[in-house]
């Protein structure tokens, strides 16, 4: 099986990915990378296991657009997604992907990207730091944090779910919680909750395998 792992930034999750495919516990192959950052350390944790990489940035889209011009930017994303999928689609070398996991994303996956995707039948998989339907969006960790301590909220943690067109919000594959501290640090909760990540990232990926047809 091929894996196609989706990076914005530093690739803690995509790295349990890459251990856990070395060590036997994913039984499937990550055939490829792409990040939406050409200076995500995620990118260097790929190189390193020997991965194929592929950068794909929406600034370059943006470079000439004036913030203001919303129509042309607007236009600009639309053109982002549809060559990220077909980039995806059309690739001759790193094979077919049969599952895409976005690890650590932090770009909206458009109808325009998700549409063709669901039309090759090759779902794709999300990991967002909060509880399903909680703190959707960016973030998540912050605004979770605040809740808790605020005592708004008396558990947090991440989820893996199937990426739909609503964001943040398909079917969880797996859900992970902490507690809530009362006096805790950002810094010790969000600690917290990027350790479930990565024990997620895993269970979640090898579910989604284990339902492909
Ligand atoms: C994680 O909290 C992930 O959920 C969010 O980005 C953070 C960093 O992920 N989307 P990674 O270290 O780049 O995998």
């Known amino acids: 099986r091929n894996i196609l792992v989706l990076i914005s930034g530093n690739g803690s999750n995509l790295q349990a990915l890459i251990d856990a495919s070395l060590n036997g516990e994913l039984p499937a192959k990550i055939s490829w990378v792409i990040s939406s950052s050409s200076t995500?350390?995620?990118?260097?944790?790929?190189?390193?296991?020997?991965?194929?990489t592929?950068?794909?940035?929406?600034k370059n889209y943006y470079k000439d657009i004036p913030k203001s011009d919303k129509k042309a930017r607007s236009d600009a994303r639309k053109k982002f997604n549809l060559d990220l999928v077909n980039l995806i689609l059309n690739d001759k070398k790193n094979g077919k992907p049969d599952l895409i996991v976005c690890a650590g994303w932090m770009l909206i996956l458009s109808?325009?990207?998700?549409?063709?995707?669901?039309?090759?039948?090759i779902p794709i998989i999300n990991l967002h730091p909060s509880l399903p339907g909680?703190?959707?969006?960016?973030?998540?960790?912050e605004r979770s944090y605040k809740a808790g301590q605020e005592g708004e909220i008396d558990e947090g943690g991440c989820?893996?779910?199937?990426?739909?067109?609503?964001v943040d919000a398909g079917e969880p594959l797996v859900v992970k919680k902490i507690n809530v501290v009362k006096g805790e640090s950002l810094e010790s909760w969000e600690?917290?909750?990027h350790q479930l990540e990565h024990v997620a990232i895993v269970e979640?990926?090898?579910?989604?395998l284990q339902e492909l047809i």
Not at 111 to 121: H, Q, T, V
């Open 159 to 166: 989820m893996i779910h199937k990426v739909i067109q609503e």
């Open 40 to 52: 995500a350390y995620g990118l260097e944790r790929a190189s390193n296991a020997s991965i194929p």
């Open 191 to 193: 600690n917290r909750i």
């Open 134 to 141: 909680k703190f959707d969006g960016i973030n998540a960790i």
């Open 204 to 208: 979640g990926t090898i579910k989604a």
């Open 54 to 58: 592929a950068i794909h940035e929406l």
């Open 111 to 121: 109808p325009d990207f998700l549409a063709p995707l669901e039309k090759a039948k």
